[in-house]
T-cell receptor, first 114, second 113 residues
Framework: AQSVTQLGSHVSVSEGALVLLRCNYSSSVPPYLFWYVQYPNQGLQLLLKYTSAATLVKGINGFEAEFKKSETSFHLTKPSAHMSDAAEYFCAVRLGAGSYQLTFGKGTKLSVIP | EADIYQTPRYLVIGTGKKITLECSQTMGHDKMYWYQQDPGMELHLIHYSYGVNSTEKGDLSSESTVSRIRTEHFPLTLESARPSHTSQYLC????????????FGPGTRLTVL
């Protein structure tokens, strides 16, 4: 079975500060990993994905994530938070190419303080 | 921007009513999905389809049903809505290939009184 754990249901950072959102997964096979962002009253939008190529993945809006197999982690970072980054962020895992289903974490709500 | 649409965006109805939530995509994706999302909780897969005339139940048990008669259309139906069905319903689609991401619609927020 696969699962995703996002540490911290709510994270607050000051504008201009580093953003770090944590995601750990459990999977018995090499996973595909995704980060999505959800703004209020909207659907999910893909930020970035890991598909077994480079372990450091760059996404949209200045976000990046690093796949660390030894730590089973895929943490999301951004060097400098912007007010527009305030949203909910979801980490998701898919078990390899034969599976199309995603397992999502419970989400982390990011607040940015002016 | 993904071309996947859901209607209605918001729906408030009384108990016992039959409702259909619409989902359409113009990307030609074979795979389509319905998720249920409650505040502070992860998305739960309730139905999925890998192509026309193919539908399967997801991990979360749901009293809803789905159909897939056309590639672009994947409606979800509740025969008799109850307050326990109050939630946000998200539709998504993807291309073949496990590394392909799912594209999400804007969601339908359903309230059953």
């Amino acid at each position: 079975a696969q699962s995703v754990t996002q540490l911290g249901s709510h994270v607050s950072v000051s504008e201009g500060a580093l953003v770090l959102l944590r995601c750990n997964y459990s999977s018995s096979v090499p996973p595909y990993l995704f980060w999505y962002v959800q703004y209020p009253n909207q659907g999910l939008q893909l930020l970035l994905k890991y598909t077994s190529a480079a372990t450091l993945v760059k996404g949209i809006n200045g976000f990046e994530a690093e796949f660390k197999k030894s730590e089973t982690s895929f943490h999301l970072t951004k060097p400098s938070a912007h007010m527009s980054d305030a949203a909910e962020y979801f980490c998701a895992v898919r078990l390899g190419a034969g599976s199309y289903q995603l397992t999502f974490g419970k989400g982390t709500k990011l607040s940015v303080i002016p | 921007e993904a071309d996947i649409y859901q209607t209605p965006r918001y729906l408030v109805i009384g108990t016992g009513k039959k409702i259909t939530l619409e989902c359409s995509q113009t990307m030609g994706h074979d795979k389509m999905y319905w998720y249920q999302q409650d505040p502070g909780m992860e998305l739960h897969l309730i139905h999925y389809s890998y192509g026309v005339n193919s539908t399967e139940k997801g991990d979360l048990s749901s009293e809803s049903t789905v159909s897939r008669i056309r590639t672009e259309h994947f409606p979800l139906t509740l025969e008799s809505a109850r307050p326990s069905h109050t939630s946000q319903y998200l539709c998504a689609s993807s291309r073949a290939g496990g590394d392909n991401e799912q594209f999400f619609g804007p969601g339908t927020r359903l309230t059953v009184l």
